[in-house]
């Protein structure tokens, strides 16, 4: 029996160090404002195409609106948008992330809905996300249509 030549013991050990490298090099740690601005460019994104339970999975089990939503009746307004179909795009604008502590932060922003035709709906948001079990869902939130 041949036993490997240097060159192919020279490829696995390079590999190997290659392996070790990439698993063990530092991590830059995700800030608590990037994990939340990354959370909604996701939920934004999901409101595009219209994934209702992307949307609702994005709100906490104790979600209350200022407005008076749960979570449950959220869901039924989300909806309702949704099968409406009447936007295109949807991105947010001026949009400020403050950590409060690592597991929460609040957020304000105003969200753009373009229409057909180019028409806009505005909406002023602010809210708290925390993060429960590794996912980041917001629990409240106020909004002031323009």
């Known amino acids: 029996m041949r036993l490997p030549g240097l060159p192919v013991l020279g490829a696995l050990a390079a590999a190997a160090l ?8 530092p991590r830059e740690e995700v800030t608590v404002e990037d994990a ?9 994104a999901a409101a595009e195409s219209r994934q ?15 407005q008076g939503l749960t979570k449950d009746s959220a869901r039924g307004y989300l909806a309702g948008l949704i099968l409406q179909g009447e936007w295109l ?6 949009l400020e992330v403050k950590e409060m502590s690592e597991t929460s932060a ?9 229409r057909a035709g180019n028409a806009m709906s505005r909406y002023d948001l ?5 993060n429960e079990d590794d996912t980041w869902r917001m629990t409240e939130a106020s909004e002031h249509r323009r």
């Not at 795009?89 to 001026?94: G, L, P, Q, S």
């Not at 602010?126 to 925390?130: I, L, W, Y």
């Open 126 to 130: 602010s809210g708290t996300f925390v």
């Open 18 to 25: 290659g392996l070790a490298v990439v698993l063990l090099w």
């Open 36 to 44: 939340v601005r990354s959370r909604i460019e996701a939920l934004t």
């Open 106 to 114: 609040t957020f304000q922003g105003t969200f753009v809905f373009v």
């Open 52 to 66: 209702l339970g992307a949307l609702t999975d994005g709100l906490s089990e104790s979600f209350r609106s200022k």
């Open 89 to 94: 795009r949807v991105f947010a604008t001026d």
